[in-house]
């Protein structure tokens, strides 16, 4: 489905409140709430949409440690270092990036302690050759995909 502009709109909207009504989203952007619903479920189908969640504050649930780990392969593929890492529910990103390092892992755990902790496992699994921890101080903004 192709986006156009109302559903940019549209899904700009969803983006700040995904509850909202179909009515509510309807006036913002001219069209009726049956075709709001309609317009959703086709860019549901499509993928646009892939799913909808919940924006947690992560130290209100003791994950106040965000940091970025670079993770080095000696002779496993990104493809299988990623299903041995999705266990990992401290993992919020895994990437494969270009350059020396073949994966970028967004983390968030409690504390130093338990970081470190979780660096040790991911060491120890099959063709790890090394990380590259860097702790996030503050963060600026988070802003997800803008349509």
Same mark, same amino acid.
């Given at each position: 489905m192709p986006v156009d502009q109302v559903s940019r709109k549209l899904l700009s909207l969803l983006r700040k409140d995904a509850r909202a009504k179909y009515a509510e989203l309807g006036?913002?952007?001219? %069209?009726?709430?049956?075709?709001?619903?309609?317009?959703?479920?086709?860019l549901e189908k499509s993928g646009v949409i892939r799913r909808y969640t919940v924006d947690l504050d992560?130290?209100?649930?003791? %994950?106040?440690?965000?940091?970025?780990?670079?993770?080095?392969?000696?002779?496993?593929?990104?493809?299988?270092?990623?299903?041995l890492l999705m266990p990992f529910v401290e993992i919020e990103e895994c990437h494969c990036i270009a350059g020396e390092d073949c994966i970028l892992a967004k983390v968030r755990t409690k504390d130093a302690q338990d970081l470190n902790r979780l660096l040790q496992e991911i060491k120890n699994l099959p063709g790890?050759?090394?990380?590259?921890?860097?702790?996030?101080?503050?963060? %600026?903004?988070?802003r997800g995909i803008q349509p």
């Open positions: 006036q913002a952007i001219y %069209l009726s709430a049956p075709a709001v619903f309609e317009r959703v479920k086709k992560p130290q209100s649930i003791e %994950l106040g440690l965000c940091a970025f780990v670079q993770i080095r392969l000696e002779r496993t593929s990104t493809d299988e270092l990623a299903r790890v050759q090394r990380t590259l921890t860097t702790i996030v101080l503050s963060t %600026l903004f988070e």
